[in-house]
């Protein structure tokens, strides 16, 4: 599997229907564009619909972390990034960035994902082939520098007083 460093989702735009009564973005939706993201490299992987149809494997969000950095509006069209930053035998955790099209940060999204037996449902190991996908996957994306935004943690910081 040849994987692109970091991967690139195609052109999305934002839809009328996800603007609030703010005229921006909802922040809902920054959620639905990394998701669509996800589902390119997810299907890169070999983790994509028919996976999950034809294997009865699939994957189950865990935990998820966006930070909002600059307002969308309708109109606007964006790319998503999604690197994989680690994994083991169930687990994947990615970082994934949205790009304005003038190349801009709108938001950032760092997500850990469980790879599930739809049977269960129960959390399992990854099978072969899929497993070659994500060491191949990290591999490519091993020589890129680890996000700024990586490993936040939510709170409020005080100066010392």
């Known amino acids: 599997m040849s994987s692109p460093a970091p991967f690139v989702s195609r052109v999305l735009e934002i839809e009328k229907d996800w603007i609030d009564y703010n005229g921006h973005l909802n922040m809902a939706y920054y959620n639905v564009l990394f998701d669509r993201c996800a589902d390119e490299a997810f299907e890169l992987l070999g983790m994509g619909p028919k996976y999950a149809e034809e294997r009865r494997l699939t994957t189950y969000t865990a935990e998820v972390h966006v930070c ?14 999604f690197q994989l930053l680690d994994h083991d035998e169930k687990r994947f955790h990615v970082f994934q960035e949205l790009h304005h099209a ?25 099978p072969p082939d899929v497993l070659a996908n994500l060491q191949a996957m990290r591999a490519a994306h091993a020589a890129l520098p680890v996000p700024e935004r990586a490993g936040r943690s939510i709170g409020i910081r005080r100066k010392p007083g």
């Open 68 to 81: 909002y950095v600059r307002e969308l509006h309708l109109g606007d069209k964006v790319t998503c990034t």
């Open 102 to 126: 003038e190349g801009w940060l709108a938001a950032t999204s760092e997500v850990l994902t469980l790879h599930v037996d739809m049977a269960g449902p129960k959390v399992c190991p990854f």
